[in-house]
């Protein structure tokens, strides 16, 4: 019933921008915390960015600090992520999370493709 659908990805020269949505359906979106990760292969899924339910933002990866920033519209149900001045570095399968009541509701996004080239 719920469902998250990421998009924006894409393939971007360094330096460029992009900004990724999160189109979030079937759920009550201004209760849930939203979050953006990304995994690049043979890493760990990374959390990148946290929207919580109160609305406060934080970043919790600090090589894009500064770079990315996260972004709520209630009225459409998505949440953004803009990134700019974008490095290799950042290549990475980047995902939507969804969380309601930390944790007891856990929802994903198939995931967009950001590929940063040199």
């Known amino acids: 019933q719920v469902q998250l659908v990421e998009s924006g990805g894409g393939l971007v020269q360094s330096g460029g921008s992009l900004r990724l949505s999160c189109a979030a359906s079937?759920?009550?979106?201004?209760?849930?915390?939203m979050s953006w990760y990304r995994q690049t292969p043979g890493k760990e899924r990374e959390l990148v960015a946290v929207l919580a339910s109160d609305g406060v933002i934080t970043i919790y990866d600090d090589s894009v600090k500064g770079r990315f920033t996260m972004s709520r519209d209630n009225a459409k149900t998505n949440v953004y992520l803009q990134m700019n001045n974008l490095k290799p570095e950042d290549t990475a399968v980047y995902y939507c999370?969804?969380?309601?009541?930390?944790?007891?509701?856990?929802?994903w996004g198939q995931g967009t493709q950001v590929t940063v080239s040199s």
């Open positions: 999370h969804a969380e309601y009541n930390f944790g007891s509701l856990n929802y």
């Open positions: 079937g759920l009550t979106f201004r209760r849930y915390a």
